[in-house]
């Protein structure tokens, strides 16, 4: 017999509940999935989904482990929602997911939110070609291959959407983290280039967020100087780039289109990334 603590994701407002589609009671409801949406950034796009209404499709590639601000929301808000594994390395799997979430809800989602990213240091005087194509699988080719199967899964007429997180630097890109950049430059393309093919069906947008959650990388002196030096001085909060993605999904006379959230970064050019100055 599996124990809760067995499983990969803990399924919050049904536990013990039947394991048949729930199409049924989430009629009136948006279906989101969410890559990457159990933590971090991801985990707070979630809870504004959440909170908005959203039915949720979470998906993580080794575990959809909540983190406790999104399992306490999801409880608050009797959230109907499931989790998924599917490891990006292999991107031929993240087609495969859409419909998983499919034929658990009983219904294709309404809204797709590309949020799972891999992040490594590199330049182009040490990359790899395995460190290419890592980055491009999980960043660029799993959302085009999800991209794909939200397009051509059967689907109702009502508002359907993607929602891809870039970054700031696309705008001015710099030599670190160089295949973490070249994956984010090829998602833009795709946010433009699927907008296009898939109107008026599905719309695509983007979100471009600046430093919002900072790493153990940096230290609050620093985090006070690169703020001055933000066009607004003034660094993005992670519930701003949550209600952008929120926004988007409400606006259904918009494709095509990215929206920075970043205090102005990308209108200036940095030399190195924002973790390698003021020191």
């Known amino acids: 017999m599996t124990g809760e603590d067995d499983l990969p994701y803990r399924p919050l407002g049904r536990v013990g509940g039947p394991a048949e589609p729930v199409g049924a009671p989430l009629a009136q409801k948006r279906l ?32 959809t482990r909540l983190d406790s601000h999104l399992a306490l929301t999801f409880e608050e ?8 594994l599917v490891d990006f390395a292999d991107p031929e799997g993240a087609e ?34 395995d460190d290419l194509m890592r980055h491009y699988a999980v960043n660029c080719a799993a959302p085009a291959m999800l991209t ?12 359907r959407c993607i929602v891809n997180i870039l970054d700031q630097r696309i705008e001015h890109p710099h030599g670190d983290q160089f295949a973490y950049t070249l994956s984010k430059l090829a998602l833009a393309g795709l946010t433009r ?18 430093l919002t959650i900072a790493t153990p990388d940096y230290d609050g ?3 006070e100087r690169l703020t001055a030096m933000m066009p607004l001085q003034r660094l993005p909060q992670a519930e701003q780039i949550a209600q952008a993605v929120l926004y988007l ?19 200036r050019s940095y030399d190195r990334d924002f973790m390698h100055m003021a020191r």
Not at 77 to 84: I, M, P, S, Y
Not at 257 to 266: E, F, N, P, R, V
């Open 32 to 63: 989101a999935l969410v890559t990457g949406g159990h933590r971090r950034l991801g985990g707070i796009i979630a809870a504004a989904l959440a909170r908005a209404g959203h039915s949720l499709a979470i998906h993580g590639s080794h575990d």
């Open 77 to 84: 808000e009797a959230t109907e929602w499931e989790g998924f």
């Open 96 to 129: 495969e997911l859409v419909g998983m979430v499919a034929a658990r809800f009983g219904r294709p989602p309404d809204i797709l939110v590309n949020s799972a990213a891999m992040f490594g240091q590199d330049r182009l005087d040490s990359v790899t070609a």
């Open 148 to 159: 794909k199967a939200f397009a051509t899964v059967p689907a109702g007429v009502g508002d």
């Open 193 to 210: 280039t699927s907008a296009q093919s898939l109107a008026p069906a599905v719309r695509v947008n983007a979100v471009a967020p600046g």
């Open 221 to 223: 002196a620093q985090m």
């Open 249 to 267: 999904t409400q606006a259904t006379a918009t494709t095509g289109q990215t929206l920075y959230i970043d205090g102005g970064a990308h209108l």
